[in-house]
């Protein structure tokens, strides 16, 4: 509860900032500050949205988190299972610390302006931020203007780091279920064997028919986890990629515009990697469910007695329906649809390079 009252709360603030800063400067012939504006807006705005979406599903997070905890005591019965999942563990770890990292170098590069020195005093400027807002208070003393420039860079790196958890959570998650598809396929290649043939079949078959459904389940319950998260993330990024690429066809030839274009391009890039983390979440589960299909039909199945044959038949048919992410229950996430994206994304730089 105190986490978010906390958000809610510093959130909301800010965005009450920007909203303060857009009204005093609306008429402003500086149209990249008011486009900077809108687009700080937009990103706070989306990962409130974000955050409150996963608020309200967290009953299927704690549920998913359950499911998680008993595959791992499953796969503590077998070396080759624990095995799997210590690796899926391992590379979910530098994951989730990669996309951490690439968000908080990316928001440092704003924090640049505390070290720069300001008249506080002078009331014909206008006081720089770390993001486009209108205090509404009076900064009189240089003191209070940096711990306001540093309050608000603690909170925007919270606010981005907030943001790359939830990303890499949706990482973490499909990977596990990449895991439990490969465990799947090795009891798949070990139902013919030596082994197997001093035990009882129907036992194996009904453990990997067991194992398929869970399979399914906690892909749906991911889904539906992050299916409107998704949804508002590729919402948002079409809008942010055109007021973004708007903002680096307006610094040119703009004072100071390499850093301008450089922070431009820095949040242009997040924004993409975003996109693509949703996308290649997508595509990875339908290429691994497509496997298993494929892992049924390619073990010795004519060597089973036919009852065995048609539950292993009922395995191939389940997984035909591939398991997907979806924005908004509307379409799959897949590579295609960030393809999509980013050619969209080009055409319209394009068109405003040749408008220029």
């Not at 889904?223 to 948002?236: E, G, R």
């Not at 469910?289 to 009922?314: D, Q, T, V």
Request: net charge positive.
């Amino acid at each position: 509860m105190f986490c978010r009252i906390f958000w809610s709360v510093t959130i909301l603030i800010v965005l009450f900032c920007h909203y303060l800063y857009f009204l005093t400067y609306y008429h402003s012939d500086d149209v990249f500050d008011l486009l900077e504006c809108f687009s700080n807006f937009l990103g706070f705005f989306k990962f409130m949205t974000k955050i409150t979406f996963f608020w309200f599903n967290q009953r299927i997070f704690y549920e998913i988190l359950m499911m998680m905890t008993k595959d791992w005591n499953d796969c503590s019965k077998s070396d080759i299972e624990i095995h799997e999942a210590v690796n899926k563990a391992k590379t979910s770890n530098l994951i989730a610390n990669a996309v951490i990292i690439l968000h908080i170098v990316t928001v440092l590069l704003y924090g640049d302006i505390i070290l720069a020195k300001i008249d506080v005093t002078n009331r014909t400027i206008k006081l720089p931020h770390i993001y486009k807002i209108e205090v509404p208070f009076n900064i009189n003393t240089q003191r209070t203007y940096k711990i306001v420039l540093i309050v608000e860079l603690i909170h925007v790196v919270m606010c981005s780091c907030g943001t790359g958890i939830l990303n890499a959570l949706l990482l973490i998650l499909v990977l596990h279920v990449g895991g439990q598809i490969n465990i799947l396929h090795c009891w798949l290649t070990k139902l013919i064997s030596k082994e197997n043939k001093r035990k009882s079949i129907a036992i194996m078959m009904k453990k990997i028919i067991r194992k398929h459904q869970k399979i399914i389940y906690f892909a749906k319950n991911i889904d539906s986890l992050y299916t409107f998260i998704a949804f508002m993330q590729f919402v948002s990024n079409t809008i942010m990629i055109c007021i973004i690429g708007f903002v680096i066809i307006t610094a040119l030839g703009h004072p100071n515009a390499t850093k301008k274009i450089l922070k431009a391009i820095s949040y242009y890039s997040v924004t993409n990697i975003e996109a693509f983390i949703f996308c290649y979440a997508g595509e990875y589960l339908i290429n691994k469910s497509k496997a298993i299909g494929l892992a049924a039909y390619n073990i010795a199945w004519y060597e089973l007695e036919p009852e065995y044959n048609r539950l292993l038949l009922f395995v191939i048919i389940r997984a035909q329906k591939q398991l997907t992410l979806t924005v908004g229950k509307m379409t799959d996430l897949s590579l295609q649809c960030f393809a999509s994206i980013m050619n969209s994304a080009g055409s319209y730089l394009s068109v405003l390079l040749a408008m220029q």
